[in-house]
């Protein structure tokens, strides 16, 4: 079992920043790679940023190239997504999730086996 616990959400203005956090506990050594998720209501939730558990790449939806970013403390067990240039577009319920398996996308909802909680950012105008 891993757990996932995610935080630093919140209201920020359209042009603004946020960084979200994202701790794993449990069998982390178990852990290929930590994706960032968002969903809106009655959407499907869609991919934003991953990378590996062992930091050597990262992948980002287009939407969010050049303005998100990802990275991770191997010390705390922990993944941060740093979103800059925050637009309207960019509110959602956040989600961070843990994939276990080598063979699966880093993209694919369908291949992680943990999620957190979810935490809300709002951009507003």
């Known amino acids: 079992q891993v757990q996932l616990v995610e935080s630093g959400g919140g209201l920020v203005q359209a042009g603004g920043s946020l960084r979200l956090s994202c701790t794993a506990s449990?069998?982390?050594?178990?852990?290929?790679?930590m994706g960032w998720f968002r969903q809106d209501p009655g959407k499907e939730r869609e991919f934003v940023a991953a990378?590996?558990?062992?930091?050597?790449?990262?992948y980002f939806a287009d939407s969010v190239k050049g303005r998100f970013t990802v990275t991770r403390d191997g010390a705390k067990n922990t993944v941060y997504l740093k979103m800059n240039s925050l637009k309207l577009e960019d509110t959602a319920v956040y989600f961070c999730?843990?994939?276990?398996?080598?063979?699966?996308?880093?993209?694919?909802?369908?291949?992680?086996?943990?999620w957190g909680q979810g935490t809300q950012v709002t951009v507003s105008s």
């Open positions: 999730g843990a994939a276990l398996s080598v063979h699966n996308s880093a993209t694919d909802r369908a291949g992680y086996d943990y």
């Open positions: 449990g069998r982390t050594n178990a852990i290929n790679n």
């Open positions: 990378i590996n558990w062992s930091g050597s790449g990262t």
